[in-house]
């Protein structure tokens, strides 16, 4: 008999950049991805693998492997040009004829607002999430967007791993250009807990049938030995960087540690007070988090007075006892397990891991079956780590979700570096037929989805 219960999720996890292509039709404004050229081991953002045009092709390669849950990202410069002017009825549309072929397949879907794709209009004359107007932009984009596919999309999430905003990533993904304060850093922060706690609060009040759940890239920080300042800096990164956004998450309330260091700072002024009036009516339904490694801290290599948001930066050092990929990513399952269970029992939420898996370079010959075993691997091991979680920790785990499950350009914009268990036939710089090619990991992990996990 299974272990996980009836009515569990199984599917895949993506971002509009990195699947739609078609950067320049049906109405889509530009968005920062579209000024990122191609470089050597990275190809530009203008094709990615023409979700845009294909998808009907891909969900049912996700009937196939059995999968009932997807969740994908609305472009904001596709539904809004701009980002703050009219919407675009042709974006829109696309958006509506994904998901009733979604549906159609029995796949539910649950939509992601943002993914890092500021709309350049909004990054170039507002300088992105810094600005009280884009605040503003976005919500009115949010608004709109639940209010068109409330009626066929119960689950949302508002920011594609919103603790990034919280570390220097923020500076990256937020459309942002200056100087990386850590000023500008917890303003950033605290205006993207403002944008998520509008939309969760707009659906709580108007759209009561519909569940919004925060989002986290979740790492398990540990110490890279047993001296005490090892131990004291993991568990205090990991307040800033995870705790902090599950208190904001569940109760609208900042960790005190960090309420602390930002009145050390002279940043108390960032807490506008109609922005803490909407946080702080902030909850979730469920919390939502990403899963690829754990990290490890060294804090001889920390400077002194370094802002803890900051340790990630020159702290983080290999851990030994873990494998790696090229890209040292270190493979933990145990960590998976460790991060399922903290959330759960420090938020008391269903827990939903919506991205997990392993980036590979592959090759296909044109004729032979990839041989991704190592992918097999990985994925049955936190698997297991997830069971092991439900049966001997109590967690209450929604579904598992993998990330690019059919192969995506990464983050950085590297087709080499490969995620999915099918194989499209496109490189950083020769788009090719981009051919779908299931590899031996789709065969597997179609006995897992009809099994409910048991097979592994």
Known sequence: MTELKKGFFWGNSTSSMQTEGAFDEGGKGKSVYDKRPAGKNSSDWQTAIDEYHRYPEDIELMKDMGMNFYRFQISWSRVCPDGDGKFNEEGIQFYSRLIDN??????????????????LHLAEKYNGFVSDYVVKAFIR???????????????????????LYSIPDAFEISGYVGNKSIRDLYQIQQHVITCHAAMANYIHDVHQDLQIGGMLAYQEFYPHSSLPNDIAIARKFNEFVNTNLIKLFTSGRYSNEVLTYMESKGLSDLFDPDEMKIIRRCSSDFLSFSYYSTATLDSTKIPVNTCPNFYGITGAVSNPYLQSNEWNWQIDPVGFRTVLTTIYNES????????NGIGVREEWDGNHLIQDDYRISYHREHIQALKDAVREDGVDVMGYLGWGLIDIPSSSGNVDKRYGMVFVNRTNHDLKDMKRIPKKSYYWFKNVISSNGDFL
């Open 348 to 355: 008391g939420l269903p827990v939903f891991p919506i991205e």
């Open 141 to 163: 984009y949010g608004k709109e967007m639940v209010d068109r596919f409330g009626d066929r999309v119960k689950y949302w999430i508002t920011f594609n791993e919103q603790n």
């Open 102 to 119: 979604l549906i159609d397949a029995n796949i539910t879907p649950m939509i992601c607002l943002y993914h890092f794709d500021m709309p």
